[in-house]
T-cell receptor, first 117, second 110 residues
Framework: EAGVAQSPRYKIIEKRQSVAFWCNPI?????LYWYQQILGQGPKLLIQ????????DSQLPKDRFSAERLKGVDSTLKIQPAKLEDSAVYLC???????????????FGSGTRLTVV | GQNIDQPTEMTATEGAIVQINCTYQ??????LFWYQQHAGEAPTFLSY????GLEEKGRFSSFLSRSKGYSYLLLKELQMKDSASYLC???????????FGPGTRLSVLP
């Protein structure tokens, strides 16, 4: 089974520039998550999709961050404009809705490491 | 609010036993998960507790007390490859929405 694919692996941009990250979840996984992980901290959920609908975006800084999952499969996360404090690893994860214990097949991608200078 | 606490760093010797504690206060609880994360890599699933008690899985065991809002991860026969961050995470609803703790960075010394 292929894992969660993310690109790019690394990105360096200047503050006030824009950047986009892409995620392709495991085939058949209805739920997709974007997390932000700042160095030395645990992942923080930014947004959760169920198919192409948003379930939770309460911690997404909506003035600069946006995300979409138009066809209910792959997803993009955009930052516009970027700030220095956005430097972090952006992790995508996906899971199934079937009650597959213990963790619904919850799988993380390798992440995109963003550096804002 | 959501609050999960773990020690920031721990050090142990190869072959020893180490216990990593986690305390949590969250709105909603549907299970406590432990993940391992090597530097620069994605978190990988280690263990899961939804009922009180001890779950054993090879060299790794995890304990949960829901009344105390407390869990621990026990690693036995430590190996150098166990040097990583260990993340405690609470699932707040049916299976899927995690709140992660800050992680404990474990260093295993020869």
């Amino acid at each position: 089974e292929a894992g969660v694919a993310q690109s790019p692996r690394y990105k360096i941009i200047e503050k006030r520039q824009s950047v986009a990250f892409w995620c392709n979840p495991i085939s058949g996984h209805a739920t997709l998550y974007w997390y932000q992980q700042i160095l030395g901290q645990g992942p923080k959920l930014l947004i959760q999709f169920q198919n192409n609908g948003v379930v939770d975006d309460s911690q997404l800084p909506k003035d600069r961050f946006s995300a979409e999952r138009l066809k209910g499969v792959d997803s993009t996360l955009k930052i516009q404009p970027a700030k220095l404090e956005d430097s972090a690893v952006y992790l995508c994860a996906s899971s199934t809705r079937r009650p597959t214990r213990p963790n619904y097949g919850y799988t993380f991608g390798s992440g995109t490491r963003l550096t804002v200078v | 609010g959501q609050n999960i606490d773990q020690p920031t760093e721990m050090t142990a010797t190869e072959g020893a036993i180490v216990q990593i504690n986690c305390t949590y206060q969250t709105s909603g609880f549907n299970g406590l998960f432990w993940y391992q994360q090597h530097a620069g890599e994605a978190p990988t699933f280690l263990s899961y507790n939804v009922l009180d008690g001890l779950e054993e899985k090879g060299r790794f065991s995890s304990f949960l007390s829901r009344s105390k809002g407390y869990s621990y991860l026990l690693l036995k026969e430590l190996q150098m490859k166990d040097s990583a961050s260990y993340l405690c995470a609470v699932s707040r609803n049916y299976g899927q929405n995690f709140v992660f703790g800050p992680g404990t960075r474990l260093s295993v010394l020869p």
